[in-house]
């Protein structure tokens, strides 16, 4: 066997050693419907009950109910009867409501499973063993979904920037986790509004008037591609979520240097926790 022979055999064996084993949700053998008939009213109720309007969650409450474990196991199965193939009454609204929906509740999934915990990173292992991102998975139509894969095979492909301030991470440097679900008729409304309340929070946006800069959330600087090509096409993208005239002025002109901000991956758990 060649050097380089031993070397590649040497990565894949090194790969195949360090991955996690997957954890599967869902109902992997469901009948499938098409994706414009799956209901998210008991996605909505789950929120509701557990999410307040900052988007802090009260994981603890939820960890201690079984019932609404048991609940959020219902909605990932019922989630798994999607077809996820072509269908004329399947619209662009009712794929993102359904995928960012998914996402998010999946992550809570993954959180309840890991809790108490004190941020989705400390499952998020460099080396090996079990990786919240990539190895808990959904079954939707048949297959199998990571988090990483309905973020970056599903969502992004679908060109719309704004689930960057929809999908949560469990963190407090997401977007907020909104206490209601996403719905086919109101995705793009809710959408919007979810990106003006991103760019409301200092922790997101901060605007440097006299030194003429933005300091930006990195979600800007991660996936900066999918809000356009370039510095001033990013400020133009994001300038009619800004929060005062001033800043969108400023990002219509291209008249400011960006600077990104720290990520805060602490748990976006309510306080009394």
Known sequence: MTLAAVL?????????????????????????????????????????????????????????????????????????TASIAADVNTTQAHRLAFWINAYNALTIKGI???????????????????????????????????LDEIEHQVLRKMGEP???????????????????????????EQLTANAKDFFSRSQNFRHDVSGKRFYLSAILKWFGEDFG???????????????????ERAALGNAVSISYLDYNWQLNAQSAQ
């Not at 050693?17 to 098409?34: M, N």
């Not at 510095?231 to 005062?244: C, F, K, M, N």
Request: charged fraction near 20%; glycine fraction near 8%.
């Open 8 to 80: 590649v055999f040497g990565i894949a064996a090194a790969e195949q050693a360090v991955a996690g084993t997957p954890v599967y949700v869902g109902d992997a053998k469901a009948a499938l419907v098409p994706m414009h008939t799956i209901d998210h009213s008991l996605w909505h109720t789950l929120l509701a009950k557990y999410v307040d309007s900052d988007g802090r969650v009260d994981y603890k409450g939820w960890h201690a109910s079984g019932p609404d474990q048991a609940l959020l196991d219902d909605y990932l199965n019922h989630l798994s």
């Open 112 to 146: 309840l499973r890991e809790y108490p915990t004190t941020s989705i990173r400390n499952h998020t292992p460099k080396l090996w063993g079990y990786h919240i991102w990539h190895d808990l998975k959904l079954h939707v139509g048949q297959q199998s979904f990571s």
């Open 162 to 188: 704004r689930i960057h301030f929809a999908i949560v991470c469990a963190s407090i440097g997401c977007p907020r986790l909104l206490n209601e679900a996403y719905l086919p008729d109101r995705v793009d």
């Open 229 to 247: 090509d370039g510095h001033s096409e990013v400020l133009r993208r994001i300038a009619g979520w800004l929060p005062d005239s001033t800043a």
